[in-house]
């Protein structure tokens, strides 16, 4: 991707565009394309300001993907933190059902019991361990179809 035109370059199209020249014109004397003179025109009108926009896309938190669960669990856990869930599922003897991280992590524990938060706990658990939900929630084989 390439650089932006500096800043004085900017503010000498816009003089001569103002001081009478047509946007092609000053486009033609100061070597940049007509669409540029064009843009940086209409910029300087609708915000007074020559200068570049921010290059790139925005950046994304890296916990985006797990913000539903996440908000989910911390609201009814209020003194857990996802640290102390990874850490229980990544132990040298790791939880491997509900009621071992319960039990390494108080997860499940706060004022609603789980009632908010225990399907987030369980999918986080899931993915972690590859087995599926229902077993890990103690429902015994899991029927599908």
């Excluded at 001569?16 to 092609?24: K, L, Q, T």
């Excluded at 300087?44 to 669990?73: F, H, M, N, Q, Y």
């Excluded at 706060?110 to 938060?117: A, D, E, T």
Aim: include cysteine.
């Amino acid at each position: 991707m390439g650089r932006p035109y500096s800043e004085d370059l900017r503010e000498r199209i816009v003089e001569a565009v103002e001081g009478g020249s047509s946007r092609r014109g000053a486009a033609e004397v100061f070597g940049v394309s007509p669409s540029c003179a064009v843009k940086l025109h209409r910029r300087w009108r609708e915000t007074g300001s020559v200068s570049p926009a921010r290059l790139g896309a925005p950046k994304r938190c890296k916990l985006d993907p797990e913000t539903e669960w996440l908000l989910a669990l911390v609201k009814a856990e209020a003194d857990i933190t996802l640290g102390e869930i990874r850490a229980a599922l990544s132990a040298t003897v790791p939880a491997r059902t509900v009621d071992g991280l319960r039990r390494r992590t108080r997860v499940l524990q706060g004022r609603c019991q789980g009632f908010n938060c225990h399907g987030a706990v369980v999918a986080q658990l899931a993915a972690h361990t590859g087995e599926e939900a229902g077993r890990l929630m103690g429902m015994g084989e899991v029927v599908s179809g």
